[in-house]
């Protein structure tokens, strides 16, 4: 399989997620990764989003620089079962702990190690928001009731007032506030969105929109428009506060791949991050389709110190118009003491063009403009994700999206496996269909070539899918004589071998669907095969988008 072949493999992933998707879909990525069950978010002045993973009973952080790839875990620790978070002007971090009853505020001053109880003796508090003043309110779902924690100068002293405000909710989940101070309700059993009115003293409660099936997060704009998470229907809906919230648009449909999703926020450009808990995975709504797509092969690399890793980048200008200055950098997230170059190609024939680290026009209505990329480091680094920025002027940075346009970079001080891996789907496109039937198991494969650039290592070859998880459908793989594609032992979740340096073993991947549709979203629905040495380091590794026809 040439470069040639690859690009236009990896090109196809992009186009395809593009010109396939129904009009009314969003771009959705998956960001982060490593969750446990999901579930309150929010977002801090600089677009991080902090995410309370109640699986794990941890606060975690998606950064925003690097395009929401790196996971920070708050040192913050004693939770039980985090299920609200919020954030106050000061960074400071406030937690509604379900499975302690209790309520906390991790302090932003010395690197969120501090946490402060702030009130015990709650029953099952799940939802928490913070207003400009400092009062805290928290949405109490055994008692069925919203209560405020008073602030006195800005700060919850450490004998607060609790006042119950707005009178008596079917089950209340989630709580926002507004900057007027006044207070929006997720009540679960009522599936209704309500408002308790800052003027009066909290006393006048309103009902706004229509009824959903379920209400299980909310999230309010700079507009005031809100956001719903309908968990049972698998939904996302936008009620505008223009005209009463009577318009209700649909952001998020039943077949859009989410599973029970919690909780939504959403940032003052308009992208909404959902916890999409059943599928442990947070992800985005881009609020406008990005113009550039990137891609790159090979997206993984291990080099020893001192020598170069090169890939191949990709990039589509979908915009009506040329953009200028086009060019490739590293993300503000990048290691220090590396470095990155690049220079056009032909992409008909990969020979190399123009003049190095010199940007370039891309013409619009699906203009490309291939790269070869070269990273080098002065340190032993990683294994870890790199997001790369592919940036014109005039628009927005391509979307990051994991496994298409980031490279798995390691550094070792010593010879490592350094192995390229290349999927081929039947239809040549970067897309794996596998039929859907209620009452039979279908099937679907595909193939991978591989080749080990470095030293001869044990690898374990394994499939998987992700951070999303694909319920009712079964990865497995086998090695496969390169002659006749025959399988070489019966397929399995992981094939491990002893795979010499110069060595090209190639993969059958065998997909089993037993009846759940998988809806076409190629940022988060993707098939992964990873190369992993005996300490468990990604060595190689490839990945196509899945759906279900």
Known sequence: MTFRTCLVLALALIGCSIVALPARAQTILTIGGG????????????????????????????????????????????FV??????????????????????????????????VRTLASGFKTPRGIAVDALGDVFVAESDSGLVKEIVAVDGSIPDSP????????????????????????VADAFNGLVKEILAAGGYATVQTLGPVFTSVDGIALDGSGNVFVVDGQNNTVSEMLAAGGYATVNTLIAAGDGFNEPTRVA??????????????????????????????????????????????????????ATALDNCRIALSVAAPAGLTLNYRTTDPATNALTGTPDTPVPIAGNGGLQTFLVTLQSTDALGPLTLPLDFVCDGAPAAAIIQGVD???????????????ALAATPTHDGIIDVPVSSSAIEG???????????????????????????????PNLCQTDPA???CLAAPSPTVTLSYAGGATPTFSIFLQSYGQPIAFAPASSRIYVRFKDAGGALRGSTSVAVRTQ
Do not use: C, M, W
């Not at 494969?445 to 001869?456: D, R």
């Open 35 to 78: 969750f446990r069950y999901p579930n309150g978010l929010a977002l801090d002045g600089s677009g991080n989003l902090f995410v309370a993973d109640f699986g794990d009973a941890v606060i975690d952080e998606i950064q925003a620089a690097g395009g929401y790839v790196a996971v920070n875990t708050l040192p913050a620790s004693g």
């Open 81 to 114: 079962s985090p299920g609200g978070v919020a954030l106050d002007a000061a960074g400071n971090v406030y937690v509604a702990d379900f499975g302690s009853n209790a309520v906390y505020e991790i302090l932003a001053t010395g690197g969120y190690a501090t």
């Open 161 to 184: 007032t609790i006042n119950a405000i707005g009178g008596l909710f079917g089950l209340p989940v989630d709580v926002k506030v507004d900057g007027a101070g006044n207070v929006f």
């Open 266 to 319: 959403v940032d003052g450009s308009g992208n909404v991050f959902v916890a999409d808990t059943n599928n442990s995975a947070v992800k985005e709504i881009l609020a406008t389709p990005p113009v550039l797509q990137a891609s790159v092969l090979p997206d993984s690399r291990s080099i020893q110190l001192g020598n170069p890793a090169t890939v191949f980048a990709s990039v589509i200008n979908s915009g």
């Open 406 to 420: 980031t490279v798995d970079l390691a550094v070792s001080s010593t010879p490592v496996a350094d192995i390229i």
């Open 444 to 474: 679907a494969a595909f193939a991978v070539a591989s080749s080990n650039l470095g030293a001869t290592t044990p690898i374990t070859v394994s499939v998987d899918t992700g951070d999303t998880l694909l319920y009712l459908l079964q």
């Open 484 to 486: 006749t594609g025959q």
